[in-house]
């Protein structure tokens, strides 16, 4: 870190260049011989960074390692504020409509084309960081009108977290690999007194993650490439009755209610077998003294299963966005190269345990995943990955749908004793005041 600070004494070389006069002023005035303002050089670049507090703590651990060594190779001071998720958008809100506020916010999903008009052009740095190999679901994230908004950092991997002990207490001899295995399975298990544990709630990831994925294995879709809405369809009716089905035969029905910490807490007090998750149950059963010993060793995960129309994913992205209206651009240029240089990133990403997956394919190969094969096939995640909204794009309408839970909530509609007919219509009917005004 630089050691000149703004308000410092003036040095012998200053006064010998200066001469006597300007002594004389400044003596008067403290930084009198420039002007009133501090010079250049003197003036210490900053960068402050909003995020939110990782799951992991070691990642943020590490991540304040290298911070410290960035300060320390730049003279850039940087202050990483870490606070909850769920007040990042209302924090980002505030600093773009006041053009005053921090020079990076972690923003997450395609937040980037909610603030558009409030984060930087990042062309030049997508280039420098090989923007053409970022995954698709980070590109349709974070491009804007063919304009990048934001550098992706990471993406949640998210599947179906199971009990292998409870697996083969109930027989079940096959990890579920479609939903109609998955439905046998579960069935076993419920009927053993373990279900299957899965909210359909309004919650920032579990539900949107489970009935996105459902939707789309089924072959149903929000809308077509145009934006036209096309979820009645026969597809979506199949997923709607396939959930109905599932939900009653293999699933804790509480969970209608659940948010998105309610299944970690059940998984943990042993009375559900399968949750989807990423892998902060195994985590914290791996790592919190007050879980019973040897349970982490009892769990596993699989990817979503597969439908009719094969399997999808909804990784959630992660984005560093730079403000348009920041005086320290630069230097926030200086410090996103520096956390995804290749070296940096990779300790960093080696700390998530699987907890996330990174921007490109490169890190499939990151020798983590072999480490630790609890863990091992969300390394495949982002194969299946798509954004909410599909087949059209991910923006701002998608979000609004995303928002107010219209996907979840056709399926919650069902299991509480809706038709699927009526469901697929209550739904539709939203989507069009959305997609159509």
């Given at each position: 870190?630089?050691?000149?600070?703004?308000?410092?004494?003036?040095?012998?070389?200053?006064?010998?260049?200066?001469?006597?006069?300007?002594?004389?002023?400044?003596?008067?005035?403290?930084?009198?011989?420039?002007?009133?303002?501090?010079?250049?050089?003197?003036?210490?670049?900053?960068?402050?960074?909003?995020?939110?507090?990782?799951?992991?703590?070691?990642?943020?651990?590490?991540?304040?390692?290298?911070?410290?060594?960035?300060?320390?190779?730049?003279?850039?001071?940087?202050?990483?504020?870490?606070?909850?998720?769920?007040?990042?958008?209302?924090?980002?809100?505030?600093?773009?409509?006041?053009?005053?506020?921090?020079?990076?916010?972690?923003?997450?999903?395609?937040?980037?084309?909610?603030?558009?008009?409030?984060?930087?052009?990042?062309?030049?740095?997508?280039?420098?960081?090989?923007?053409?190999?970022?995954?698709?679901?980070?590109?349709?994230?974070?491009?804007?009108?063919?304009?990048?908004?934001?550098?992706?950092?990471?993406?949640?991997?998210?599947?179906?977290?199971?009990?292998?002990?409870?697996?083969?207490?109930?027989?079940?001899?096959?990890?579920?690999?479609?939903?109609?295995?998955?439905?046998?399975?579960?069935?076993?298990?419920?009927?053993?007194?373990?279900?299957?544990?899965?909210?359909?709630?309004?919650?920032?990831?579990?539900?949107?993650?489970?009935?996105?994925?459902?939707?789309?294995?089924?072959?149903?879709?929000?809308?077509?490439?145009?934006?036209?809405?096309?979820?009645?369809?026969?597809?979506?009716?199949?997923?709607?009755?396939?959930?109905?089905?599932?939900?009653?035969?293999?699933?804790?029905?509480?969970?209608?209610?659940?948010?998105?910490?309610?299944?970690?807490?059940?998984?943990?007090?042993?009375?559900?077998?399968?949750?989807?998750?990423?892998?902060?149950?195994?985590?914290?059963?791996?790592?919190?003294?007050?879980?019973?010993?040897?349970?982490?060793?009892?769990?596993?995960?699989?990817?979503?299963?597969?439908?009719?129309?094969?399997?999808?994913?909804?990784?959630?992205?992660?984005?560093?966005?730079?403000?348009?209206?920041?005086?320290?651009?630069?230097?926030?240029?200086?410090?996103?190269?520096?956390?995804?240089?290749?070296?940096?990133?990779?300790?960093?990403?080696?700390?998530?345990?699987?907890?996330?997956?990174?921007?490109?394919?490169?890190?499939e190969k990151h020798p983590m995943w072999e480490r630790e094969p609890a863990i091992t096939v969300f390394r495949d995640v982002p194969k299946y990955g798509r954004t909410m909204g599909h087949a059209g794009p991910h923006d701002r309408k998608s979000s609004e749908v995303q928002a107010k839970y219209i996907i979840t909530d056709m399926y919650a509609r069902a299991v509480k004793g809706e038709?699927?007919?009526?469901?697929?219509?209550?739904?539709?009917?939203?989507?069009?005041?959305?997609?159509?005004?």
């Amino acid at each position: 870190m630089s050691t000149r600070k703004q308000g410092r004494g003036i040095t012998r070389r200053e006064v010998i260049k200066a001469g006597g006069a300007g002594l004389a002023v400044a003596a008067g005035s403290g930084l009198g011989l420039f002007g009133g303002k501090a010079p250049v050089y003197a003036q210490q670049r900053t960068v402050h960074v909003v995020q939110w507090s990782h799951f992991i703590p070691q990642a943020d651990q590490e991540l304040h390692r290298q911070v410290a060594e960035f300060e320390k190779a730049t003279g850039i001071k940087v202050t990483n504020e870490h606070i909850n998720l769920n007040d990042i958008t209302p924090r980002a809100s505030a600093a773009v409509e006041s053009k005053k506020g921090a020079d990076i916010f972690q923003l997450q999903w395609n937040q980037a084309h909610l603030f558009e008009d409030g984060l930087d052009d990042h062309t030049k740095l997508w280039e420098e960081l090989n923007g053409k190999s970022f995954y698709p679901f980070f590109r349709e994230a974070l491009v804007v009108k063919k304009v990048p908004r934001g550098i992706p950092v990471m993406a949640v991997a998210w599947g179906p977290t199971y009990r292998k002990d409870y697996f083969k207490e109930a027989g079940v001899t096959k990890i579920p690999d479609t939903w109609d295995e998955l439905l046998a399975a579960g069935t076993r298990l419920k009927k053993m007194g373990k279900p299957v544990g899965q909210t359909l709630g309004h919650t920032i990831g579990d539900a949107p993650f489970f009935s996105y994925s459902l939707l789309w294995s089924f072959g149903g879709q929000e809308v077509d490439a145009k934006q036209k809405v096309m979820l009645d369809s026969k597809q979506t009716l199949r997923s709607i009755e396939f959930m109905k089905e599932f939900w009653f035969a293999a699933c804790d029905e509480g969970g209608l209610a659940w948010d998105d910490g309610s299944n970690n807490r059940a998984f943990l007090a042993e009375t559900i077998s399968i949750t989807g998750n990423a892998n902060s149950i195994w985590y914290k059963a791996r790592t919190d003294k007050s879980i019973r010993p040897g349970l982490a060793e009892q769990i596993g995960h699989f990817l979503m299963p597969k439908g009719p129309a094969g399997r999808f994913m909804m990784p959630q992205p992660y984005n560093h966005c730079i403000t348009r209206y920041s005086p320290n651009k630069e230097a926030a240029r200086e410090y996103i190269k520096w956390v995804m240089r290749k070296d940096n990133y990779g300790k960093w990403f080696d700390t998530n345990l699987g907890f996330c997956v990174g921007p490109s394919a490169e890190w499939e190969k990151h020798p983590m995943w072999e480490r630790e094969p609890a863990i091992t096939v969300f390394r495949d995640v982002p194969k299946y990955g798509r954004t909410m909204g599909h087949a059209g794009p991910h923006d701002r309408k998608s979000s609004e749908v995303q928002a107010k839970y219209i996907i979840t909530d056709m399926y919650a509609r069902a299991v509480k004793g809706e038709s699927a007919k009526d469901a697929v219509a209550w739904a539709e009917k939203e989507l069009k005041l959305v997609y159509e005004g």
